[in-house]
């Protein structure tokens, strides 16, 4: 989804906002907008994240279907090429 770098950066800063978030309620027993946000953000990216992972295992297993499908067919046209070349030479 993103690459190292970036996922690094965002995930230290939504580490460091969820503590921070943990600290209040902790302190307040409330939570205030400024930390509510950033617990939305990081539970947002870990739902696109796992739905990201999923779409790739998905992608690959189809990939991987019309892979065989292409071998087959290609295998079923060799087949009859030959049977139609050997049934030229037979009449």
Known sequence: MFDEATHTVLMK????????AEQEISQKGIMSEEHAIPLILRSQFNH????????????EQVDKRFERMERN??????FLASLITIFRFVH
């Open 73 to 78: 067919l290609f295998a079923s046209v060799a």
């Open 48 to 59: 696109i994240a796992h739905l990201d992972a999923e779409l790739t295992t998905f992608r």
């Open 13 to 20: 800063f939504l580490d460091k906002k969820s503590k921070d």
